[in-house]
């Protein structure tokens, strides 16, 4: 048994176990007292030390040893959820969980286990740096009958283990075979009598599914795209319904559908679904891929540069996340960051740029030349991807894919997008144009490299054509010159000018622009008598200062210089791909090293250059009726951290639209809220316009579909509206949310509209809650990812969350877990800049209320999740208009009233059989 002092906490109780165990409950200020050294055990170190407010990490964290031995093991990040994880019985008391530690220990160094790890006694040694390293190392080397020794970084190339991918895969067969109505309902019977799904079996399932095979139908390509926008209430079975046909068509045609989401949630419970009910390779295809943006993967050339980097770092901390990354490479199949495979927590516990930093965030890639190209986890799912019958992807990606793809004849011909809703969003962030400081110094680095003496990752322009252009002196000329033009682009040097508010020496005229650019934005706010916002401000772009419109010469001048080079340079490398595909015995190494430079380049000019310097170009004069410009300053920790000037689609539908219509013969785009109403017949001009559908060619081929949800909701929940709290009292605000949740006894989701509220009235709300032994969670105050959050409020039904939009987004809990949900106010539209321009052009103060609407249904839809679930509804906002109740089922109860009589009868309900 380990002789070391324990301490584990919940947001009620600290327990101090101490090394003699002996246990006892203490406060915070006794447990400071008690911890004289960092030498003590903790689960989630960061965590704790925020919370106890200890100077250094302790050196003992469960949680990095079970990270280390289950790297791919999914747990919540508690005691219990560890403990769950390796099926010991858990305790909700936290003496027991004090002793459930040892237990814990015991487990997880088990000698027969240790010894079943591949290599490692290698990575422990690494870890342990003779003995200085992490405090886990030498245990487990003693476990497994070793010492700490001194290893060679030959010892820690486990990457070079890894398989190989394929690439040599036969095409698509590409069949017209249309689906019919027998073959649907015969394979959807099938699948509800699988074990591995256990559902019922449901008339609106089956009706749902029927519907979506019609975008199956065969079109003419480039003129008629079927649209069907189907909206189907929770519980009728979505995912089954539409994954049906998707997969008969598919598999019959041997074709591909590509199904799209918005959150990573759904992609991880869609491949769920489908597990046991297809098989996982046909004719060595895989069936079903993930697909997903480059960030999301582990880079192999990344993580050996982190280790070896690490290797002699008299931090332990850089060596320990090393170790534990190095474990997750050797058993992860997929290096995917955002799948089920990789624990969320990891970035709080070992840092950013430990774990998600290891990723092709920055454009660094430099492909075939790699040598880790072969065992590529990215270049493995877009390789697997190219000939699986369903992709999934979000819908990101499948704009991007769309958008840039050289042959539409190799994109897909049907799409399934799910979360349907979130379309308009993604669209905007896709087909956004942002010319930032941020973005521009960016641009520099990939093209620069890394430019100080300290060691980086960072892969220039010059780097990634290594063995490319030697011989040829255009291509050279080309890169010269585009160097030469790139360091004209601001230096990183100028950032903290930009964040103490004055101005560099010997700035150059980009340099000049963005700072000028700032002054200027201040002094239109203070013109306008507004205040700086907390997190950043705006302002109209016109009139623009002549100052500014000179400098933004000089910019556009820059920008134009590198694109024109670069451009030369893609029309070489193509050329030089050609001639390679022409050999008797072509290179397709090379020829594909060239292909994805090439690719990575035009994105560059297309999605960074060109539309920069089209902004430039357009300062005096605004740019049409499609876009609508604004300056911007972003704000972090009190002090500036971005400026420049923002383009938007007013309608990010038309660009969707047109990059799918090109190639996409059907398409489906499903959610349980499209509409921005509960009535049957009403709502679908807010679909058409969310969803783009009205931009397609032929819209007659636009058909609509509904099917209500089977769920009791009038029986099932309740809706109060309080009618007397005052709107900017924000003690009162406080003590009503604590007394809310305490009524519920815990299982409470609080939604707010602002970060700075919810901060501000979190010490408030957790105090009360403290009291009564309910644990809360935070979003923007807890230092874990929205993901961790929602799975520790998941795993604790008797707590609480604290959250913004995103949490809302992101909550899928089914069962008491999840029973309330309260509104600080009503989710009116942010009046920005963009979102005026967007309700000039939709219909004015309709369109806030459709967004507003929306945004209700979504949350409310929420609450009930299976035909088991109960919950109530608090909007405390007194000002909330009857004309939105529409959001809400027709039958089920909305109740204005004071808080005191909300709160009684939410007990009530509660407490009812």
């Known amino acids: 048994m380990l002789k070391i002092s324990t301490v ?32 003590i055990l903790v689960c989630h170190a960061p965590y704790t030390a925020k919370k106890l407010g200890l100077k250094q990490l302790p050196r003992f964290d469960i949680l990095e040893l079970y990270a280390f031995i289950y790297p791919t093991k999914f747990a919540v990040p508690t005691i219990n959820g560890i403990a769950k994880a390796l099926g010991i019985t858990p305790s909700n008391d936290i003496e027991e969980q004090a002793m459930l530690v040892h237990e814990i220990i015991e487990h997880l160094t088990n000698p027969t286990h240790l010894k079943s790890i591949k290599d490692i006694e290698s990575i422990l040694n690494f870890m342990a740096y003779q003995g200085q390293g992490w405090a886990w190392a030498p ?5 497994l009958g070793k010492q700490v020794s001194n290893i060679s970084i030959k010892d820690l190339a486990l990457w070079e283990k890894r398989p190989e991918w394929q690439d040599n895969l036969p095409p698509r067969g590409n069949y017209k ?50 649209i069907l926008l189907a909206e189907a209430g929770t519980g009728v079975g979505k995912s089954l319904g539409y994954l049906n046909p998707a997969w008969l068509w598919a598999n019959q045609n041997d074709n591909q559908v590509w199904v799209s989401t918005y959150t990573k949630n759904l992609q991880k419970q869609l491949e769920s679904e489908l597990d046991g009910l297809i098989p996982r390779q046909q004719d060595e295809h895989d069936t079903l891929v993930i697909r997903k943006g480059r960030e999301n993967y582990l880079c192999l050339l990344n993580l050996e540069e982190q280790v070896r980097t690490t290797q002699l770092a008299e931090k332990p ?47 660094e890639c430099i492909y075939a030349a790699c040598d880790h190209y072969k065992k590529c986890f990215i270049e493995h799912a877009v390789a697997k991807a190219k000939n699986a019958k369903i992709v999934l992807s979000n819908h990101a990606l499948s704009m991007i894919q769309a958008s840039i793809a050289v042959n539409p004849v190799e994109l897909p011909s049907r799409y399934i997008f799910d979360e349907g ?26 093209l620069l490299g890394a430019e100080t003496g300290r060691k980086t990752r960072s892969r220039g322009l010059r780097k990634r054509l290594e063995g490319l252009i030697e011989d040829n002196s255009k291509a050279e000329d080309c890169v010269v010159a585009a160097i030469r033009a790139a360091h004209q682009l601001p230096n990183y040097q100028i950032l903290s000018a930009l964040k103490k508010g004055g101005h560099g020496e010997r700035m150059n005229a980009c340099e000049t622009f963005f700072l000028s650019l700032r002054d200027h934005i201040k002094q239109q706010i203070h013109n306008n008598n507004a205040a700086q916002g907390l997190y950043g401000s705006e302002c109209a772009p016109y009139p623009v200062p002549s100052s500014i419109i000179a400098l933004a010469l000089h910019a556009q001048n820059t920008l134009s210089d590198i694109r024109r080079h670069l451009l030369k340079l893609i029309d070489i490398l193509l050329k030089k791909a050609e001639q390679e595909r022409l050999n008797e015995t072509p290179d397709a190494t090379e020829i594909n090293r060239l292909e994805n430079l090439t690719t990575s380049l035009q994105r560059r000019c297309d999605n960074n250059l060109t539309p920069w310097i089209s902004m430039l170009s357009q300062l005096e004069t605004p740019p049409g009726q499609d876009f609508i410009d604004w300056f911007g300053i972003d704000r972090a920790e009190g002090k500036d951290s971005d400026v420049g000037m923002y383009r938007r689609w007013v309608d990010p539908m038309i660009p969707f639209a047109s990059t799918l219509q090109s190639h996409a013969e059907g398409i489906a785009i499903t959610s349980a809220t499209l509409r921005d109403s509960q009535h049957e017949n009403e709502g679908w001009e807010t679909a058409l316009e969310q969803t783009g559908a009205r931009h397609f060619k032929d819209k ?37 949310y604590a007394d809310l949740m305490i009524a519920s006894g815990g299982g409470a989701l609080g939604i707010f509209t602002a970060i700075q509220r919810l901060r501000s ?46 949490v809302r987004d992101g909550v899928d809990v089914p069962g008491e877990a999840l029973r309330m949900i309260i509104f600080e106010r009503v989710p009116w539209p942010r009046p920005t800049i963009l979102h005026k321009a967007r309700r000039q052009h939709f219909g004015g103060r309709a369109y806030d209320e459709r967004m507003t609407r929306l945004k209700l249904k979504q949350a409310y839809g929420r609450l009930i999740r299976s035909d088991q679930d109960r919950g109530v509804f608090i909007m405390l906002d007194t000002m909330f208009p009857s004309r939105l109740h529409d959001a809400f089922p027709d039958d089920v109860e909305i109740v204005k009233t004071s808080l005191a009589d909300t709160i009684e009868q939410a007990e009530g309900f509660f407490n009812a059989d």
């Not at 906490?9 to 004289?36: H, Q």
């Not at 075979?177 to 008339?203: G, M, V």
């Not at 190095?326 to 070992?350: A, C, N, V, Y």
């Not at 109060?720 to 709107?727: A, E, T």
């Open 8 to 39: 584990i906490m919940n947001n009620a109780e600290i327990c101090f176990l101490s090394e003699d165990g002996e246990i006892e409950i203490v406060s915070l200020e006794a447990v400071s007292s008690k911890l004289k050294t960092n030498n």
């Open 139 to 143: 245990i487990l080397l003693e476990q």
């Open 177 to 226: 075979n249309a689906l019919n109505e027998t073959a649907i309902n015969d394979n959807l019977s099938l699948w509800l009598s699988s074990r591995s799904t256990r559902a019922e079996d449901r008339p609106q399932q089956r009706l749902y599914s029927q519907k979506i095979a019609t975008a199956f139908k065969e079109t003419n390509i480039g003129t008629n795209t079927h």
């Open 317 to 363: 901390n850089d060596r320990i996340a090393a170790g534990i990354m190095l474990r997750w490479m050797q058993e992860t199949k997929d290096g995917d960051f955002s799948g089920s495979s990789f624990h969320g927590w990891l970035p709080t516990l070992l840092g950013y740029q430990q774990t998600l930093g290891l990723s092709d965030s920055r454009g």
């Open 421 to 446: 809703h979130h379309l308009f969003d993604a669209a905007d962030s896709t087909f956004a144009s942002n010319l930032t400081l941020l973005e521009m110094l960016e641009l520099r680095r990939w």
């Open 700 to 736: 007659g081929q636009t058909e609509t579909f509904y099917t209500p949800s089977p769920f009791d909701y009038k029986s099932k929940s309740k809706i109060f509206i309080v009618n007397d709290l005052p709107k900017n009292n924000l003690s009162l605000l406080g003590k009503a």
């Open 761 to 806: 009235l979190h010490p408030q709300i957790e105090t009360a809650l403290t009291k009564a032994n309910i644990p809360l969670y935070a979003q923007h105050v807890d230092d874990m990812d929205v993901g961790t959050l929602i799975d520790l409020f998941k795993d604790q039904q008797q707590s609480c969350l604290l959250g913004t939009d995103a």
